[in-house]
Every structure is written in C-alpha cells, then in structure tokens.
C-alpha cells in the first residue's frame, strides 16, 4: 500500500511564504505525475500545481506567479514553496501522486493545513 505524507503546513501572515513538503513509500519520484491539490472551507477541492516525471510543470492561474513546485532527487520529496500568500490561499493542502501504468491509479496524502492571517 502506497504512502503519501504532506508536511510543512502552519499559519502564516499574509506575505508570508510556507515550503511544503510530500515524500511516499517507496520514493514519490517513481509517479508519472505528483500534484498538489487545495481544499478551503465550504469549497472544492482545486488543483494547484503538478509536475510530471519529465518535468513539465502546470499551476493554477492564481498561483502561478507565487507558488512553485520542485522534486529533489537525493531527499526524494516535491516541494510546493509558496510565497506572497495571501488569506484567499487558506486551506488543506493535499499531495497527490499518479500511477499511468500498468493501470492508471492515485494515491492520496492526508494534507496539510495552510492558513494565511490577515
């Protein structure tokens, strides 16, 4: 069974910047794509930012020109550094790793709390 464990949530001032983390059993890099997700009180869960085994990298628009999300090799981890956070940005931080092959599966953190003060 594949274990994925979000750190580095906290609350923060608005401006401030928060470095989340996301490792899995048996190394998070071997995913096709891993994801971060966000879930604000009384709203949907949203996409926020993946990256994928090549590289590619998609945000959310609001977050683009803010948040970035990286992969380290040697500690095995994807980060999602955020800055410039605003209270908008307050929510549960999800880590999400995708398998394409051999059948196409999703492996789900428990998250993370992010909340920006005003």
Not at 58 to 87: C, E, Q
Not at 88 to 104: G, R
Request: aromatic fraction near 10%; include cysteine.
């Amino acid at each position: 069974q594949v274990q994925v464990v979000e750190s580095g949530g906290g609350l923060v001032q608005a401006g401030g910047s928060l470095k989340l983390s996301c490792v899995a059993s048996g190394n998070i890099l071997r995913f096709d794509v891993v994801a971060w997700h966000r879930q604000a009180p009384g709203k949907e869960r949203e996409f926020v930012a993946s990256i994928s085994r090549g590289g590619n990298m998609n945000y959310l628009d609001s977050v683009k020109d803010r948040f970035a999300i990286s992969r380290d090799g040697a500690s095995m981890t994807v980060y999602l550094h955020m800055v410039t956070l605003k209270p908008e940005d307050t929510a549960v931080y999800y880590c999400a790793a995708y398998q394409a092959t051999p059948t196409w599966r999703t492996y789900w953190g428990q998250g993370t709390q992010v909340t920006v003060s005003s």
